[in-house]
């Protein structure tokens, strides 16, 4: 294969990737309009309905420009010899390999993030505002980009600094010590992301004596959970969605409430909520999902260490000298047809997490105050009730809000439980 024809071979998938993103957003769109299934009329009145319409149509409006501009970018900047021209200018700062990189990725990253704030900031300002979700202001959302930079230089920077490392240092076999890192690295911010990120953004604050912490640590000695961290988070000075996640393992795993869930549920519905969460690491979920992701990282850098040296990834992209860093981006846009068929999977596997996760919370807690908390977060969130079978297969790490009203009504064998 010649430099000129993987070239076209990257454009091709870049673009087909665009095209196919955008029928499975159109096919969505079509079913904005449906009628509400009979189970969840209870959901919206006619008017929220039309809300959430409204919410839905402007939102894919405002994805089609937004890819659109992003795709003419990419193939501009591929066209024009973009990454050569910053392979340049990174090597008149140093002869370092990992100095060249860091600028080369800082550079294209940086870049990339201010011509494409524009977009972020009318979504969070226009959108979200014109829709009553919006509760950030313009200081809080360039302090959040500053933030993420900072996350980006040191984290990201870091670990691509000791990829190269131990590439010229390991030559072919440095993914075995990449791979290493990176388990580390993901068993660590998995343990550690609540006292080590979150605070970079939100405050949070355990949850205090009362009647709802009573309840929540009741249901947990019920189930045999031990339940020391319950933290509330304060996700309104951002937006009104509401959410709870779990994280950790061991001695350092801790639920968080976002205040405006607190806010937005009944006591009865938030418990049912944190049964799910329970559920997730009681079935393993959470060790499943980790070790999935280590092997899947493991697996793509060995692929990775493949072909990365080969000088025709790198003169493809238009630099005459096999590049590690160029060719990294290359290999992640060949890549691109595998990491769709990875995350297929990982979808599957994680709606079927989520029936399990429900169905622990309805055998071990209950079924109604959890459907009723569905129903009201789907509202909260002006969410999609009618979205198309085939872009809830492709895109949903959940099961609809449908879906998971007829498995937690449904009444199961032992055997039919297993299954789910």
């Not at 294969?1 to 091709?12: G, K, N, Q, V």
């Not at 909260?380 to 492709?394: E, G, I, K």
Request: net charge neutral; hydrophobic share 45%; charged share 15%.
């Amino acid at each position: 294969m010649t430099p000129l024809l993987l070239f076209y071979c990257i454009i091709s998938i870049i673009i087909i990737s665009f095209i196919l993103s955008q029928i499975l957003d159109y096919l969505n769109a079509r079913h904005f309009d449906d009628p509400i299934p009979p189970e969840l009329n209870d959901v919206y009145d006619a008017e929220t309905y039309r809300k959430s319409q409204d919410y839905k149509k402007a939102n894919f409006k405002f994805s089609l420009l937004s890819a659109g501009f992003s795709l003419l970018l990419t193939l501009i900047f591929f066209f024009c010899d973009g990454f050569a021209y910053i392979d340049g200018l990174s090597r008149q700062v140093s002869d370092n390999p990992i100095i060249i990189a860091l600028l080369f990725f800082g550079m294209i990253m940086l870049g990339s993030d201010l011509l494409t704030t524009p977009f972020s900031y009318y979504h969070t300002f226009v959108i979200e505002e014109r829709f009553g979700f919006n509760k950030s202001t313009p200081s809080l959302f360039f302090m959040d980009k500053l933030k993420g930079w900072g996350m980006m230089i040191i984290v990201g920077g870091g670990l691509l600094a000791l990829i190269i490392w131990f590439y010229d240092w390991a030559g072919k076999s440095f993914w075995l010590y990449a791979w290493t890192v990176f388990a580390i690295f993901s068993v660590v911010m998995n343990m550690f992301y609540s006292r080590l990120i979150v605070p970079l953004f939100n405050k949070q604050t355990p949850l205090g004596e009362s009647s709802l912490r009573s309840k929540i640590e009741n249901y947990a000695h019920t189930v045999g959970f031990q339940l020391d961290n319950i933290f509330l988070i304060d996700g309104s000075k951002r937006s009104t969605k509401a959410n709870a996640y779990f994280s950790g393992f061991g001695s350092q795993k801790r639920i968080t409430l976002y205040d405006t869930l607190v806010n937005d549920l009944e006591e009865e519905e938030i418990v049912a909520v944190l049964a799910h969460e329970v559920g997730h690491y009681k079935k393993k979920h959470i060790i499943v999902n980790l070790f999935t992701s280590i092997v899947l990282t493991g697996f793509t850098l060995w692929l990775l260490s493949l072909f990365v040296s080969l000088p025709l990834f790198s003169q493809a992209l238009g630099v005459n000298r096999a590049t590690f860093h160029v060719g990294l981006i290359a290999f992640g846009i060949l890549y691109t047809p595998i990491s769709a068929i990875t995350g297929f999977l990982m979808s599957l596997l994680s709606r079927k997490f989520e029936y399990q996760a429900d169905d622990f919370a309805k055998e071990t807690y209950a079924a109604n105050p959890l459907i009723t908390s569905l129903k009201k977060l789907s509202r909260n969130s002006l969410s999609n009730l009618t979205p198309h079978p085939l872009y809830v297969q492709l895109n949903y790490s959940h099961p609809t809000l449908l879906q998971r009203y007829r498995n937690l009504k449904e009444s199961k064998t032992p055997r039919q439980a297993q299954e789910i």
